[in-house]
């Protein structure tokens, strides 16, 4: 089996190449002159919605000691979760919302509540991703370096088990694309110095790292006497009631300070004041 594809690129002529060019140039210069209010109410108003699922969620999960609460609370906070992800915080950062000048909606202050670093994925994704978008040995986002998933990548038993690992990475799946941030990759070869690891690591572990483990476990764990978690045991011991603190002071905030649509920083609940 061949383990190269024609570039289709190499059937195009330097004119032809250059034509498509000008085609993209005109379609950004049409839709960036069409950005206008309408846009910005859009940005603004999923920002609203984020935090109002955040709210909801943990209003549900009071009475997360009657299962339904406690999944539909579980579902609400999911889906807050994913909004934030995918609809706001990857689009900020890509700097797609950077035209409206807001101090707080940009690429450059923008901050998420997820494992990995903003500086980190922004390289990775932002740069080497978009830089390289499928080309196979350069785009590390292509099976994130551990899945088959283009017939010319060489096979190896080990991708048996795919579906498995694949399993693994989905429940622990922003741990995941924190640890592919990092590029083990690169410091082998001398890419990277061992001081940028250890800036990565220290982000991970200074905030963004454990956010999302005090928001989206031991918060809803500690919901209405929720039947799963530290608050299903009768007498929690004090370690994980110190651990829960500790965990909890570093999410800070809920929503990991949700942001205003007049570009403030709002704070709608707080699950601990003690380190103020």
């Not at 009071?62 to 609400?76: C, I, M, Q, R, Y």
């Not at 579906?163 to 590029?183: I, K, R, T």
């Not at 006497?225 to 004090?238: D, E």
Request: a neutral charge.
């Amino acid at each position: 089996m061949p383990t190269e594809m024609e570039n289709p690129l190499h059937r195009l002529t330097a004119e032809q190449i250059e034509a498509i060019g000008k085609e993209f140039d005109d379609l950004h210069d049409e839709v960036f002159a069409d950005l206008g209010e309408r846009d910005a109410a859009y940005i603004r108003g999923m920002i609203d919605l984020h935090r109002r699922l955040v709210l909801i969620a943990r209003v549900q999960l009071l009475g997360a000691k009657f299962k339904p609460l406690w999944l539909l609370g579980t579902a609400t906070l999911g889906a807050a979760k994913i909004l934030e992800n995918m609809e706001i915080g990857h689009n900020v950062m890509h700097g797609q919302w950077d035209w409206m000048n807001d101090p707080v909606i940009n690429s450059q202050s923008w901050d998420w509540d997820t494992a990995s670093t903003k500086e980190a994925w922004k390289h990775s994704h932002n740069y080497v991703h978009h830089t390289y978008t499928n080309i196979r040995g350069l785009d590390k986002d292509l099976g994130h370096e551990i899945m088959r998933i283009d017939p010319m990548q060489p096979w190896h038993p080990v991708y048996l088990f795919q579906p498995l690992y694949n399993l693994l990475l989905m429940a622990f799946f922003e741990w995941g694309v924190a640890s592919h941030d990092l590029d083990l990759e690169a410091l082998r070869k001398g890419e990277k110095d061992m001081g940028d690891l250890k800036k990565d690591l220290k982000g991970m572990a200074g905030g963004s790292g454990l956010r999302p483990v005090g928001g989206a476990v031991f918060a809803p764990s500690g919901s209405g006497r929720s039947p799963v978690g530290i608050a299903s045991s009768p007498r929690p011991t004090r370690s994980l009631l110190a651990l829960r603190r500790r965990l909890i002071r570093r999410s800070d905030a809920i929503a990991a300070p949700a942001h205003s649509a007049r570009g403030s920083c709002v704070v709608f609940w707080r699950r601990d004041r003690a380190h103020e």
